[in-house]
T-cell receptor
């Protein structure tokens, strides 16, 4: 079975500061990994996904994530936070072979002006 | 392109009433998922379908919940009778099969359900 752990249910950063949202996964097979973003009163939207083509994955809105197998991590980063980045972010893992995706509990990002 | 469409966006009803939530997936998508999101439990998968056939309904909380997908373009989630603890945001999502599970899910904007 697979699982996802997101460290920190709430993260606050100043506008212009580095954003780092942590995700660790557990999977018995090489996983597919995703980051989604949810803005208030909306559904989840895909930010980026890792599918084994490259360990550093670039997504929308300047976000990127690096797959580190040795650390079983897939942390999400952005060099400079913008006010519009305030949202909830979900890490998700799929073991492939189309079993159901497991979502983390989410991290709410607050950006302070 | 039209995304996943859910209706209604908001539903307020009294305890004991039947509630029906509706979802139109993205055309051509093979998988359809129903999720429930609450502050306490986060995002929970209730059931998912592949080619209109229910594959895993282990997340359906109890017999009061049922879901159907009569065709590729429509699905319903029904709660009968409803209870206050069913209050949550319910999301529908769809995805393509391909690459063994590397396709992302596309979410609707959800139905915010309040049971009084």
């Amino acid at each position: 079975a697979q699982s996802v752990t997101q460290l920190g249910s709430h993260v606050s950063v100043s506008e212009g500061a580095l954003v780092l949202l942590r995700c660790n996964y557990s999977s018995s097979v090489p996983p597919y990994l995703f980051w989604y973003v949810q803005y208030p009163n909306q559904g989840l939207q895909l930010l980026l996904k890792y599918t084994s083509a490259a360990t550093l994955v670039k997504g929308i809105n300047g976000f990127e994530a690096e797959f580190k197998k040795s650390e079983t991590s897939f942390h999400l980063t952005k060099p400079s936070a913008h006010m519009s980045d305030a949202a909830e972010y979900f890490c998700a893992v799929s073991p492939g072979g189309y079993q159901k995706v497991t979502f983390g509990i989410g991290t709410k990002l607050q950006v302070i002006p | 392109d039209a995304g996943v469409i859910q209706s209604p966006r908001h539903e307020v009803t009294e305890m004991g009433q039947e509630v029906t939530l509706r979802c139109k997936p993205i055309s051509g998508h093979d998988y359809l998922f129903w999720y429930r999101q609450t502050m306490m439990r986060g995002l929970e998968l209730l059931i998912y379908f592949n080619n209109n056939v229910p594959i895993d309904d282990s997340g359906m909380p109890e017999d009061r919940f049922s879901a159907k997908m009569p065709n590729a373009s429509f699905s319903t989630l029904k709660i009968q009778p409803s209870e206050p603890r069913d209050s949550a945001v319910y999301f529908c999502a769809s995805s393509l099969v391909g690459g063994g599970g590397n396709q992302p899910q596309h979410f609707g904007d959800g139905t915010r359900l309040s049971i009084l």
